[in-house]
Structure formats: C-alpha cells, structure tokens
C-alpha cells in the first residue's frame, strides 16, 4: 500500500529537512476562497495540508479557529463539501491532505460512508480530535479497510499506556499538541516539551510532528532538532482572515507562509 505521507517524511528526512504542515478550514470563508488559500499553500512549500471540517462546536479550537468555523457553516460548508473541495483539489496537486475534524460530522455521515468517499476523493489521512485511541478500534479497522492513514494526538501528559495504544493504530505520524488547552497563537513554546518528544521518538516508530501554538520561524528553528514536522494552524487563519479583500494583506500572507516553509526546509 502506498502511504504518501509516509513518502514526504522519508523524502524529508534524507536531506534532514522537516515537513512543514499548514491548517485551513474548509469553507472558510467560502468554498471558491478556500481554493484560493488551498493554491497558495500548495504553491508556497507546504508539504502536507490539513483540512479543518467546520464543526459547531470545536472544543479543542481557540477563538481564531471558532471564527473561522463559524464563517465556514454560514457559508453552507459540509462535510460532503469539503469532501468536494479536496477532490477538486487533488486533481491539480499531489500534496496529501489530512482532514482533521471532531467525531460527529463523521458519524453523522456514517463512518463506512465517510472513509470511502475520502478515499475517492483523494484524502490521505483522517485526525479525529475527540476519539481517544481506546476507542478506536472500530474506526481504526474502516479507515484500514479504505487504506487512509490514522493520525492521533499526543500531549505533554500523554502516558506511556496510551502511547503504547497509540502505537497499536497510528501509522502516518503522531500529532503532538504542545500544551494542555486549545489551539492559538504563542509567542514561545515551553522548552522542557523537547524532553516529551525525545521520549515519543523512543517508542513510536513514526513521525513526531509538533502542533497548536506554532506561529513563526522562531518556534519552528527552537524546536528543529526534536520534531519531523510542524503544523501552523491559528497563525494562518488568522492572516488568511485579515487577507480575504485585502491584496496587501494577502501579500503579507504569502510571505508568512514563505518564511515557516523555509524555516522547515533550510
């Protein structure tokens, strides 16, 4: 089975750079500007994108987030429509995409469904934000079945029981959440986390990839040395936010996304 995300780590890795991996919404705020941001992620050096599934509650998002789900509903975005918005996609770029999303959308879809749809529609990963591995198998056997790849969460307070659960499913890389609490945008990352992620590389033998927090090329060059790949989220959307009728800003916003991609591959 052809696993591309496990293909751009490998890629990456020979030449000891680190996967730069951008967040957007789906739909934000509308699906026609959501290619738009979707083509300049592309074209700017992203080497995974994730794709946010508007939910209306998002509990692990911060308000940056919030926002940009809400537009997302207002503008009819549904999962059937993301789905749409990446096949579209997939036909022009050959980047992965992983969709990251809360439960109920993919159970409200029915997950059978769901997971043979994103596979047609060119979905390479699925990130489920409220299911907790121990809770997976069902899923997990679904998203096997349909050839995607799993991708969970780990935090600074993940056990070794879970890691080692965590281990038993995941198999494209491990998304490790920076702090306790929701995604946003931080100055600086506590240093000490670089212990927790020296440990996971330890025992999983896939990708550590660090995420929730990261928001310039500093965080990213702090933290180099310890992780495969980094996810900008909060940082992005809020720019992409300030840019949507605004070509100055929108200029501004590519440069953004020019500096963490160089910061990923230098």
């Not at 979905?123 to 991708?151: N, R, W």
């Not at 995604?183 to 240093?191: K, N, V």
Request: aromatic letters at 12%; glycine letters at 6%.
């Amino acid at each position: 089975m052809r696993n591309s995300i496990k293909i751009v780590f490998s890629q990456l890795k020979k030449s000891n750079k680190k996967a730069f991996i951008p967040y957007i919404t789906a739909g934000d705020p509308n699906i026609e500007k959501t290619y738009e941001i979707l083509g300049i992620l592309a074209e700017f050096g992203a080497d995974i994108i994730e794709v946010g599934v508007p939910f209306s509650d998002p509990m692990a998002d911060g308000p940056v987030i919030q926002k940009a789900m809400e537009r997302a509903l207002k503008s009819g975005t549904t999962l059937k429509k993301t789905l749409e918005i990446v096949s579209t996609f997939k036909s022009k770029y050959n980047i992965p995409i992983i969709l990251m999303g809360y439960l109920n959308p993919f159970h409200a879809y029915g997950f059978e469904t769901f997971a043979r749809d994103a596979k047609n529609a060119g979905i390479d990963g699925v990130l489920i934000v409220d299911l907790p591995p121990e809770e997976a198998d069902e899923y997990h056997s679904i998203i096997k079945k349909y050839k995607l790849t799993q991708i969970f969460l780990a935090t600074p307070t993940t056990d070794l029981k879970r890691v080692n659960v965590i281990k038993k499913f995941a198999n494209g890389f491990l998304y490790f959440v920076s702090v306790t609490g929701v995604t946003g945008i931080r100055d600086a990352l506590p240093f000490e986390i670089s212990n927790k992620l020296k440990m996971l590389k330890v025992y999983l033998n896939i990708p550590i990839v660090l995420g929730f927090g990261v928001s310039k090329p500093e965080t990213i060059k702090a933290f180099y040395n310890y992780a495969d790949g980094f996810v900008v989220g909060s940082a992005i959307v809020k720019k992409w936010e300030e840019a949507f009728n605004d070509t100055q800003k929108k200029e501004e916003l590519v440069q953004f996304i020019n500096s963490l991609s160089k910061a990923c591959h230098e």
